[in-house]
């Protein structure tokens, strides 16, 4: 009998957890195992923010698929379409051909993308906060607003240039902010003409309070020590306009801005929307308690896009929120529930209390609530350090980042914006044309 084929759509917290367990597991010749991503790596978003305030290098926080998943075969291409009916995929592969595969056992984990709204001007002046590119592309815009805003005689373009927005006050939102305005306030030390005072930070939240994953005594904490750090949190507020990047708030309050970051909440991965498996209100896989898609005994989905019962809850509709921490315990008891469904075994519940939240709010400050006891500043950014670094994926990746965070104590961060990165070929087709060569064409620079 040929093996059965497993193909797995994304290799993200999901996909790369039970890849490892499925390789580490498997017996020879049990399975095929596929595992098909747009990207070449995983990221380890949790430490998005530390990467972007450039305490960790960013090649760090990312785990190369292929080197991970030797006993694996990796596909770099971008599924589009499920077809549970005939049990096919299309997916797009790096040269542009599109491909149907087939599959024994499917698991589809997508992961989400930010949940923009329709406010004028967001799509143009905005950028998401969920990708290693955004992570090291908020650095140098950061960085780079600094170095322009040091030389500009320009008031009026000094303050748009020193004015900094996030929407959202979700812990990755609340993270990325602290850990950003962190890096601004050490890096204006090489900056005599800019001050503290000088930085405006601005946060955004619909609701009545930040990091709503705590308790409300938690959330005040939070924003007292961001308020001690003068960053405006805006609670009851917000976006109404970015156009030209002029920001139009609910309060009142506008100002020109050149940065607008959101992290306004998650929705699951539109990828979903072209295929026949069940989907909820919110457009999430509907899942059983045993990770299966529901209605299929062969289609499993975990983490972000995956509705999943919540079997802690008195609330029999309660599902698990989108978190890494449910993301990767589901994955290794979807794992053992794909190996048992091949060996003819019983399936099990997934069930897990959510443990509560650490969060860093930049160097040697953080918040955390974890089995209801409560830590604030030093110990608490300790406990954000000890639990991301036990959870990073591979031993090779944690030695990286211990290495990191030993190199910063004596010699403190590197910050110089590489603004370069974002156009490298700028320099060369100058030079190009100098010399009048035929501009280059081809790619997009
Ligand atoms: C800044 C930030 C900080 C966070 N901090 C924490 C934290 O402290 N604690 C916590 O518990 N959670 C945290 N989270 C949330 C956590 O990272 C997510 O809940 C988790 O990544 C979800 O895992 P996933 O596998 O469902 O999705 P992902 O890890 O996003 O993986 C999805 C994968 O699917 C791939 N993919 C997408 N579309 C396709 C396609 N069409 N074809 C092929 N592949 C595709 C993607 O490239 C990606 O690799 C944070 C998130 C962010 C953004």
Redesign the pocket.
Known sequence: MPEPRVVI???????LTLALRLQRKMKPGEAKVTV????PH??Y??F??EAAAGSLEPRHVVVPLREALRRCEVLT????AIDHATQQLT?TLGDGTVERFGYDILVV????ISRALPIPGLAEQGVG??TIGEAIFLRNHVLSRLDIAASTTDERLRRRLLTFVFVGGG??GI??MAELESMARYAIRSYPQVSAGDMRWVLVEAMGRIMPEVSPPMSEYTRRRLEERSIEVKLNTTAKSFVDGHAVLSDGDEFDTDTVVWTAGVKP?P?LEDSDLPRDAKGRLECTAKLQVRGTHNVFS????AAVPDLTSSDPDALCS????H?VRQAKVLADNLLAMLRGGPLVNYKHKYAG???GLGLFQGAAEVYGIKLKGLPAWMLHRTY?LAKMPTASHKARILGDWLLELPFRRQVVALGELHDPRAEFVKAANTRGLPKPHGHAV
């Open positions: 759509v994304g290799g993200g917290h999901v996909g098909i991503d747009t990207q995983m990221t978003q949790p998005l923010p291409a971008q599924v589009s997916a984990v997508p992961g989400s906060f969920k812990y990755a993270e990325a991965h990828m975990a983490g972000d896009c989108p978190s890494a921490q993301a939240s650490v969060a991301h």
